[in-house]
């Protein structure tokens, strides 16, 4: 097949000599891209059309919805891309979620949030925990209301307690063909940035019967039709809660990751779903341990970069990168986009895993002395 990527003039480079067209989005805002795909899709009709960020979902499914073409379908694309769409749907869809509440006024939300502290704070299409802070109490709340006066809507929600993970499956006309479960690590409050994932994850028999029917529920709610599907709950006392859904490539190496653990090329099956050709059934087997490192840097200017070789020499080690240089200022970490080192490790069993993420814990390092 011939690829026509849409990119940002900015990344375009690096798709020179890969792909057979290009087209330049004028932006990176929902709009934009979906200007770019019309024009593309206009220009060379495609067979197919693949969402790989979230700010693509929108347009991919609005050429798939004009063309006839396989794709979640335009309803679930477009409330997988608003966290209070969500809310709203699965409120009546019966999947478990936290107790909401959508504000044009963060302010208007004091009252609401007063019983049921601590709360978490959301905009609603951002990613990457962009935009994601618990709030403690009432002077917490009344500092997060004047910093984001200008920001609406907002979701403010009940906080769930327990163990994260995420469900990630390929789906075929509604049909789930196959899943991954994969457990996180996370910074905690106020920001939740990830910052560890383990792929292949095996759950008891009735702790994945009651995530199968959670799956099942929001796949119903959304309207899913053909795709991927990246769901992000939590395991709390009364059974996993969803956070949220997206219908799109998950990020932080994921689908990597899912690739070692299962022995399969992810991205080959999504494109096959995208374009409507055969999916190969999958072989029963028992995944392979795999696992992401994601540590936040401190804040300054990097002085030193530590131990990047030995690791990447460790035979679990699959990737390894520093996306900073000498010099270089890092911020204060709000986001998962601000991490700067990623390490991907597979192995034969969860102890080589764990020694091997011990030793990287220990000789990996980015130095920073305070601005």
Not at 1 to 9: F, R
Not at 192 to 210: K, N, Y
Not at 272 to 284: F, K, T, Y
Request: hydrophobic residues 45%; proline residues 6%.
């Amino acid at each position: 097949m011939a690829v026509h990527a849409i990119e940002t003039a900015d990344r375009a480079a690096a798709l020179t000599g890969e792909v057979e067209h290009l087209t330049i989005a004028a932006g990176d805002t929902d709009e934009a891209w979906a200007a770019a795909a019309f024009d593309a899709a206009a220009r060379r009709r495609p067979d197919g059309v693949l969402a790989f960020a979230e700010q693509h979902v929108l347009a991919a499914a609005l050429v798939a919805d004009e063309l006839g073409l396989p794709g979640p379908s335009l309803r679930a694309s477009a409330i997988s891309r608003d966290k209070a769409l969500q809310r709203g749907r699965f409120a009546v869809a019966g999947v478990r979620q936290p107790e909401h509440l959508i504000t044009g006024r963060l302010a208007d939300a004091a009252d609401w949030a007063a019983s049921r502290y601590p709360v978490v704070v959301k905009a609603v299409s951002r990613t990457g925990s962009d935009g994601v802070e618990s709030v403690a109490d009432a002077d917490a709340f009344a500092d997060a209301a004047a910093r984001r006066a200008g920001e609406s809507p907002l979701l403010v929600e009940s906080m769930v307690e327990g163990p994260e993970y995420s469900w990630e499956a390929l789906v075929r006309d509604g049909e789930v063909l196959c899943a991954n479960v994969t457990a996180k690590e996370t910074t905690g409050p106020p920001r939740f940035i990830e910052t560890g994932h383990r792929t292949g994850v095996l759950l008891d028999p009735a702790e994945s019967a009651a995530v199968e029917d959670l799956a099942a529920r929001v796949l119903t709610g959304l309207g899913m039709r053909t795709g991927i599907v990246h769901l992000e709950y939590r395991v709390a006392a009364d059974g996993p809660t969803l956070m949220e859904v997206a219908v799109r490539t998950p990020g932080d190496f994921l689908m990597d990751l899912i690739c070692l653990s299962h022995d399969r090329d992810w991205f080959e099956l999504v494109v096959r779903l995208s374009l409507g050709m055969p999916v190969l059934e999958a072989q029963p087997r028992t995944p392979t341990p795999a696992a992401g490192y994601f540590p936040l840097t401190d804040p300054g200017v990097v002085t030193a970069i530590e131990g990047l070789d030995e690791v990447r020499a460790h035979p679990t080690v699959d990737r390894a990168g520093v996306l900073v240089d000498i010099g270089d200022t890092v911020p204060p970490a709000v986001s998962s986009m601000q991490r700067r080192i990623f390490v991907l490790f597979t192995g034969p069993d969860l102890p080589t895993l764990d020694k091997a993420l011990d030793f990287t814990r220990h000789t990996l390092a980015v130095r920073t002395r305070p601005l």
